[in-house]
Structure formats: C-alpha cells, structure tokens
C-alpha cells in the first residue's frame, strides 16, 4: 500500500516513537507496523502531522478511519 500520504505518515509515526521514548532499536519495527495507522488518522483529520489529537475527536473515529483505510 503505497500513497503520497505515506512518507508523512511514517514522519509522523517516528515522531509519536522518539516524543514517547521509545528505545532506537525498536522505531523503525514500530513504524512500519504502524505508518498506515498513523496515515488513516491525518487523512480522517484526528490527528495532525506531529501525531498529536486534534479537538473533539473520539476513538470511534479512529476504528472508522483505519478501517477505513484498510479496505482500500
């Protein structure tokens, strides 16, 4: 799966690794696990580029997105 979202969503995801101190060596196993995640939340407008959560989002629209995503 491959998109124009997901050299940023992968950006985004090492962000969310490195600001929760995640140890070096597991960054880049976690980002490639998680990068569709992290693009499904940017293109449903939850979170932005930095990996935080935007306002007045709740985690049913997080399942909606990345199911979402999935599908594709």
Known sequence: MNSNIEPLARAMAERI?????????????????????AAAMLEAGLMDETGDWLPGKDLLHVFEAYRERIKR
């Open 17 to 37: 690794c490195r600001r929760e101190g995640m140890a070096e060596e597991k960054v880049a196993a976690w980002v490639e696990l998680h990068w569709p995640c």
